[in-house]
């Protein structure tokens, strides 16, 4: 039996074995991440990764298809034709997936970056499933990059400046003092669409495999793993727009040679997780203060805001 044959059963059988709600805890799953995801059974570890299963209702999607157009349908269309030119069944994909999820979830701002994430879903999974492992994918870790404000972005631009400031002074001096760019400029392109943009699928599924076992820190230390591959070219870049390419699509010639050396740097790189969670949870509670508008003596009573789920009622 081939190694590759191998990997595949010894992930079949850990996944029956570890309950979906307990597999990002587990020291199994991430020895298996960290070994590799067979592309047969990626899009069921990527689902058993999010529990997508858990926020599986039998007939929703097809109810959500059904409901008016979003007003955001003329951009998704523009996008989900631009990422599938010449697969018109996937572009219907993706619009469906995206409409669906909108008339969901109305207080999400349409992005180019959801259908980018939603296509690499697509990619990978049927249609169905691949909506729920984006609902679950969402409400774990990238929601809040598209809220109405912009309040986890600014905390994770302002944190992965803070990061690489400590790993690596110089660089850190020459973005964002001697070129004056704004961390937003280099999170936004990198964390609203999970470097997508950023690597050749390759390195692109292996990050995303690891991404869905440990989350949103990961996305700080593939950012900085980046910055470290292209440490010469950032410091020798004359302006902004050099400088931002760069870092929004590494040239090949300054990764490594295999995505499982460049995971080994991404792991490798000075950043302790568990104290940027918690400078995340600080950041935001005193970013959200700072902004949320007081309230209006003609509020005080009135009704809350729209919840933020809308789903169909239920047939008779």
Known sequence: MDAHRQRELRWISTMSSVPPSQSRKSKKIRKLVLEGVPASVRYLVWAHLTDSKAKRMDGLYGRLGQRERVAQIADIEHDSQKKFHDQPLQHQCLVN?????????????????????????LMQSPEEDAFWTFVSLMDSHLRPYFSRSNVQLD????????????????????????????????????????????????????????????????????????????RQLLLQSKDQDALLKILAHPPLMCLPSNPDTFLELVFSVKLKDEDLRKQRAKLEAQFKRQTQPRPSLSSIGSRG????????????
Not at 180 to 207: E, G, K, N
Not at 305 to 316: A, E, N, Q, V, W
């Open 305 to 316: 805001p729209t919840p933020p789920i809308s789903l169909p009622k239920s047939g008779p």
């Open 97 to 121: 997936v995206l409409q669906a999820y909108l008339s969901m979830v109305p207080d999400i701002q349409y992005t180019r970056g959801l259908a980018v994430v939603a296509s690499q879903l």
């Open 155 to 230: 905390v994770d631009a302002s944190l992965f400046l803070k990061a690489l400031e400590i790993n690596d002074p110089a660089v850190s001096k020459r973005i964002f003092v001697d070129m004056a760019i704004q961390p937003m400029a280099i999170c936004r392109p990198w964390f609203c669409y999970v470097f997508t943009d950023s690597f050749t699928s390759d390195y692109l599924l292996r990050i995303w495999d690891v991404f869905l076992f440990e989350g949103v820190t990961v996305l700080f230390r593939v950012g900085l793993a980046i910055v470290s591959c292209c």
